[in-house]
């Protein structure tokens, strides 16, 4: 169950005219204006006064508004199936503001286990500071997370399909145990997009995505957004989105509404690419295991774990690859390739046991597949021992 039930007519409509039905005050341009102001003026104080009654929709001060912001809020939340949305500097700083805004000392999270890294240091780290303690839950099913509630769980936090290993959660069951209950459930649904998963149609109550990825799609923009119910996206900008100032450039917001308009023709190539992959991959005696999600959700990511003796094997395979870019991050136009193994000294990332020291996370982009798929066997070769 996705909850996508959008038609393909009602998805080009958001992604081409959604908001930019009326184009007479910026003189006709086919591409919307880029309001690049910090603040707006009124003619009268009392136009004033009326415009600060709500700054979440007023074109006041641009950490709260802005014209082109708003603009990618609207497909944002048509997109997502909900009543507004906000947009932010980051996908961490939409994750960390929606999971603020909601609870408070003395509260419990419970997350999905090994969620986005910086998702996990904010729940284990950073909060159990103010008051705010989490469990985090190894398995993805009702029942897993029905044991790991208390009293004093007011959130639940999901990453579905997750980082690294695509594994999927029961989002119908953990939305309703948690309605049930009066408990707040919070999705990234950076993995799959609106396109493929719609978390508000499953009863998940805010959806959190890193447009860093395929929303923005060129590696150019690092941005987040939120989506929600009226009040609960009130809840935030009145909170930590105002104090914290996170907020989204005009610039940058521009630079998503454009790479916004092809994420459906990027999505179908990236998949079809990344299913001939997997294929290809699931096969090979070199690959011990290829991590992928259900085909519903299935985007343009993998992993893979490499059967090799040893971190060495992991360098000859990554250095060798030449149309795969060694990076962090995903989601954009070229194919990139993020070896677990170099996370090995990093003060922010090595952990005991996760990730996987043989675990290469790649990217499929916008290449020819045939193309990706010898750059692959080349390395694969050259993974060999000497
Ligand atoms: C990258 C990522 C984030 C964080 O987004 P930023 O835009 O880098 O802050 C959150 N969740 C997932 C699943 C991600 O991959």
Redesign the pocket.
Known sequence: MSGVDLSAAELSRIINTEGEDDRRGSRGAVSPPIYQSAMFCFPTVAEMRAGLRDELRTAFYTRGNNPTVELLRRKLAALESSEDALAFA??????SSAIIAHVAAGDEVVCIDR??G??GKLLGKLLPRFGVTARFVAEGSVEAFAAALSERTRMIVV?SP??LTFETQDLVGIAALARERGIVTLC?N??ATPLKQRPIQLGIDLV??????YLNGHSDV???ILCGSHDAIRRVFDGPFMTLGAALSPHDAWLLLRGLRTLPVRLRHMSESAGRIVERLREDPRIAAVHYPAEDLATGMLSVRLATDGVAGVERFCDALEHFLLTC???GYEALAYPMCALSESPNYAADDWPPWNLVRLSVGLEDCDLLLADLEQALEAMAPR
């Open positions: 980051s996908g961490s700083a939409a994750i969620p986005y910086w998702t990453e997750n980082s990234d950076s993995y959190a995505h890193s447009a860093t990825k690092v941005a987040g991050s995903w989601g």
